[in-house]
């Protein structure tokens, strides 16, 4: 079977690969692109480890064809930060231990900086609500849940 060229912008930056038309968008992040930050946890949609934003919309990259990405513009967890400093929400979560294993962390971040790219001042109901598609079996999600929100103060207080 042919290989499918796909055109796209991935973390800001014209990107081509070549896919099978049946390989999903974590796949070739993972494998020939070598962004390797998004997390397979479960290739069902179910987990959220997976998770980056096309064309601004949060999506699990597991349950998108990497052909389906021709002409859009995706963001991971590698693009999340500008240059070497980190984003405060990444800051955040090391500070208030919000992470244990490491394999939710991707896609936890990658939600909560889509919620407050969209509502800078969050309600704890809407943090939980947003970051609900993302399963962590280690850190009982309080840790998160509190992270997002003081990252949401400081970013607020940091544009006053």
Same mark, same amino acid.
């Given at each position: ?25 974590? %796949? ?17 949609? %179910? ?36 240059? %070497? ?76």
């Amino acid at each position: 079977m042919a290989k499918l060229h796909v055109s796209t912008i991935i973390n800001g930056e014209p990107q081509e690969f070549l896919c099978d038309a049946e390989q999903s968008l974590l %796949d070739v992040l993972r494998g020939p692109l070598g962004l390797t930050g998004s997390k397979e946890g479960c290739a069902s949609g %179910d987990c959220g480890a997976c998770s980056v934003t096309v064309d601004g919309r949060l999506v699990c990259s597991c349950l998108m064809l990497a052909a389906e990405a021709e002409g859009k513009s995706i963001g991971t967890i590698e693009g999340m930060a500008p240059g %070497d400093r980190l984003h405060p929400l990444q800051t955040k979560f090391l500070e208030m231990a919000a992470l244990q294993c490491g394999i939710c962390t991707p896609g936890v971040l990658m939600a909560a900086k889509s919620l407050l790219d969209r509502n800078p001042d969050p309600t704890e109901h809407e943090v939980r609500y947003w970051l609900a598609g993302n399963l962590c079996r280690c850190t009982g999600y309080d840790k998160i849940v509190r992270a997002v929100m003081e990252t949401a103060k400081d970013m607020r207080e940091a544009v006053r």
